[in-house]
């Protein structure tokens, strides 16, 4: 069963500005992770935060985590039209320092970038 | 360094047509894993095996089968294909690391349709 819930399910921004996406979830975790997926092709890891971390930076990405609401954000900023792509929020159940189980991925958000 | 490698990318099959998706990995991983991709489902897993000889069903296994022979591979078969079979299937591989964070590789996809 799907444990993570994108929201927005489509989101469409013009270049330059920054977009967020929102993911929440069921169980506790041990981490949740974002990964892209470029039209007609396999998902590519971006970044991963610990249940015991609240925000991460790798570049452009910004990404929080609220355990006590279950909930996570990824900002984009500055976007580009080659971040034109869908992204999935995944958690890995379980607490930090151990997990249980397998990734579980969201349905996704799907952003259009536009020059 | 292919990383993650599916074949075929294509394929059209008749209902009760049987075939096998074979993925391949060059990155030494424990960890590989079969999901289906559908509109609006996000992926599901079908099954997955966490070592060389071992398999275990997933979220929606009934209708497929695998093996792990060798570690760098794992195969999907389908024994007797129908409609609902119809989807994007992946292949992922992980090393799950000191603290089992699991960030997920994956493949290009294999584009099945069932008629």
């Known amino acids: 069963s799907q444990q993570g819930e994108e929201d927005p399910q489509a989101l469409s921004i013009q270049e330059g500005e920054n977009a967020t996406m929102n993911c929440s979830y069921k169980?506790?975790?041990?981490?949740l992770q974002w990964y892209r997926q470029n039209s007609g092709r396999g998902l590519v890891h971006l970044i991963l935060?610990?249940?015991?971390?609240r925000e991460k930076h790798s570049g452009r990405l910004r990404v929080t985590l609220d355990t006590s609401k279950k909930s996570s954000s990824l900002l984009i900023t500055a976007s580009r039209a080659a971040d034109t792509a869908s992204y999935f929020c995944?958690?890995?159940?379980?607490?930090?320092?151990?997990?249980?189980?397998?990734?579980?991925f969201g349905k996704g958000t799907k952003l259009s970038v536009k020059p | 360094n292919a990383g993650v490698t599916q074949t075929p990318k294509f394929r059209v099959l008749k209902t009760g047509q049987s075939m096998t998706l074979l993925c391949a990995q060059d990155?030494?991983?424990?960890?590989m894993y079969w999901y289906r991709q559908d509109p609006g489902m996000g992926l599901r897993l079908i099954h997955y095996?966490?070592?060389?000889?071992?398999?275990a069903k997933g979220e929606v296994p009934d209708g497929y089968n695998v093996s792990r022979l060798k570690k760098q591979n794992f195969l999907l078969g389908l024994e007797s294909a129908a409609p609902s079979q119809t989807s994007v299937y992946f292949c992922?591989?992980?090393?799950?690391?000191?603290?089992?964070?699991?960030?997920?590789?994956f493949g290009a996809g294999t584009r099945l349709s069932v008629l």
């Open positions: 992922a591989s992980s090393n799950r690391g000191g603290v089992r964070v699991n960030i997920q590789y």
């Open positions: 169980t506790s975790i041990n981490n």
């Open positions: 935060i610990r249940s015991n971390e």
């Open positions: 995944a958690t890995l159940p379980g607490v930090y320092g151990g997990s249980q189980g397998n990734l579980i």
């Open positions: 990155m030494n991983h424990e960890y």
């Open positions: 095996s966490v070592g060389e000889g071992t398999t």
